[in-house]
Antibody
């Protein structure tokens, strides 16, 4: 079955950087676009970034554009998110999610358990 | 402030029916398919409805979705205490070139 396992979260000072990873298994990783979605403590879901199946196309939320970089290694079935210039408002659980598309609309059918990033001095 | 607008909370008694609305615009709901996610306390979101009204395998037919114009609705019948969760609508916004989520609706089964 599809499994997504995030790692790399932790406590980091404002202005510092972090690299989040998502290990994928149970499906053909290079067939699906992948996403990062975050959730600040006690708040709603906030889409962060997306990358196409081949890594050629990348999309970012305005709030992270220029600071976050999404990438993927299809040979290692791994999705990554480098988060730079971290701000307290970036504190959240970061989820990776698989996108599926059946020719009509796209949606996220599988989610990881999330990794918590706390930005604090 | 979320691009998609949902009521913060809804409640109903066990066995009853509830609907959760999701309001958007022509650049998102009006131009694309809507999906819904259920998030039980302390867990990751789970796909509930996709393509406006389709249910993934394993989701009971107590859950339904619909869309009209720039709004979408999630319906839940035969409410159970286990349905207590946060529910989110989502879709792609062609103007923002970004996925957008509703602010979430907390369902309480009284």
């Amino acid at each position: 079955q599809v499994q997504l396992v995030e790692s790399g979260g932790g406590v980091v000072q404002p202005g510092r950087s972090l690299r989040l990873s998502c290990a994928a298994s149970g499906f053909t990783f290079n067939s699906n676009s992948m996403h990062w979605v975050r959730q600040p403590p006690g708040k709603g879901l906030d889409w962060v970034a997306a990358i196409s199946y081949d890594g050629a196309n990348k999309y970012y939320a305005d709030s992270v554009k220029g600071r976050f970089t999404i990438s993927r290694d299809n040979s290692r079935n791994t999705l990554s998110l480098v988060v730079n210039s971290l701000r307290p408002e970036d504190t959240a659980v970061y989820y990776c999610a698989r996108e599926v598309y059946y020719g009509t609309g796209a949606h996220f059918d599988s989610w990881g358990q999330g990794t918590l990033v706390i930005v604090s001095s | 402030q979320s691009v998609l607008t949902q009521p913060p909370s809804v409640s109903a008694a066990p066995g009853q029916k509830v609907t959760i609305s999701c309001s958007g615009s022509s650049s998102n709901i009006g131009n694309n398919y809507v999906c819904w996610y259920q998030q039980l306390p302390g867990t990751a979101p789970k796909l509930l409805i996709y393509d406006n009204n389709k249910r993934p395998s394993g989701i009971p037919d107590r859950f339904s979705g619909s869309k009209s114009g720039t709004s979408a609705t999630l319906g839940i019948t035969g409410l159970q205490t286990g349905d207590e969760a946060d529910y989110y609508c989502a879709t792609w916004d062609v103007s923002l070139t970004a996925w957008v989520f509703g602010g979430g609706t907390k369902l309480t089964v009284l």
